[in-house]
């Protein structure tokens, strides 16, 4: 994986048909994505319910480039071996899931992924300066984890001020929950290269008829890129 702060587009396969999963990530790829989000949800750290590793495992084969996976689930450090195992490129675990992120984070790095750290809409940036050397990508959510198609929530400040205190680490900012054309410029312009979205891909196409899935890549690829300019 090298690092790049190009604009990535991260479909978030929460959107996707859930029984058709192997051919949904090939189709997103073949149509643009840059990475393959996925999005596992335990129904205690939040309230919905996604599916564990096995699934992680069986769409592996099915993408070629970076899976990306966000775990909503606490505890995460029993869990971490078997995402791992499941093909995982990233691990991105949640700030607020358990008393010890930093064990986590240097979990993850044992296995020899890369680490990422999520934090929701309500957690500032305390702390997370501590752990930059230990982690590969910040994952600020800008919707509550737990539901795709949600209201975006507008968090230019704290993407700036997670931009200034990255510096020229290579670190992703990667951001999740309610990107379209509309608010990715907004969070581009931030400071973020990473743009994990899930209706404003999947919506009006299907692996079979897949065109619109490149159609919305590219309407959200071209609004982060015009407007982004050279300040990153
Ligand atoms: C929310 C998930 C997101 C979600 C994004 O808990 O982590 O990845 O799928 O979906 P949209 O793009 O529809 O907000
Ligand atoms: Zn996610």
């Known amino acids: 994986m090298r690092f790049s702060r190009q604009i990535k587009i991260a479909p978030s396969i929460l959107a996707a048909d859930f029984a058709n999963f192997g051919a949904e990530c090939r189709a997103v790829e073949a149509e643009g994505a840059d990475w393959i989000h996925v999005d596992v949800m335990d129904g205690h750290f939040v309230p919905n319910i996604t599916f564990g590793p096995a699934t992680c495992a069986a769409i592996r084969p099915h993408i070629r480039g970076i899976m990306d996976v966000h775990l909503m689930i606490a505890p995460v450090d029993p869990y971490i071996e078997a995402f791992a195992q499941a093909g995982a490129d990233i691990i991105t675990a949640h700030l607020e899931a358990g008393p010890h992120i930093h064990r986590t984070l240097q979990a993850i790095r044992a296995?020899?992924?890369?680490?990422?750290?999520?934090?929701?809409?309500?957690?500032?940036?305390?702390?997370?300066?501590?752990?930059?050397?230990?982690?590969?990508?910040?994952?600020?959510?800008?919707?509550?984890?737990?539901?795709?198609?949600?209201?975006?929530?507008?968090?230019?400040?704290?993407?700036?001020?997670?931009?200034?205190?990255?510096?020229?680490?290579?670190?992703?900012?990667?951001?999740?929950?309610?990107?379209?054309?509309?608010?990715?410029?907004?969070?581009?312009?931030?400071?973020?290269?990473?743009?994990?979205?899930?209706?404003?891909?999947?919506?009006?196409?299907?692996?079979?008829?897949?065109?619109?899935?490149?159609?919305?890549?590219?309407?959200?690829?071209?609004?982060?890129?015009?407007?982004?300019?050279?300040?990153v």
Do not use: W
């Open 111 to 231: 296995t020899g992924k890369k680490a990422g750290l999520a934090l929701n809409p309500g957690t500032g940036l305390d702390g997370v300066e501590t752990m930059l050397d230990m982690i590969d990508l910040v994952c600020v959510m800008t919707v509550n984890p737990g539901f795709g198609g949600q209201k975006f929530l507008d968090l230019s400040a704290k993407v700036r001020a997670l931009r200034n205190l990255i510096g020229d680490r290579p670190i992703h900012i990667e951001i999740d929950g309610g990107i379209t054309p509309e608010t990715a410029p907004v969070m581009a312009r931030a400071g973020a290269d990473v743009l994990v979205a899930g209706s404003a891909v999947f919506k009006g196409g299907s692996a079979a008829a897949p065109e619109a899935y490149g159609q919305n890549i590219r309407a959200i690829r071209n609004a982060a890129d015009l407007t982004r300019g050279q300040i």
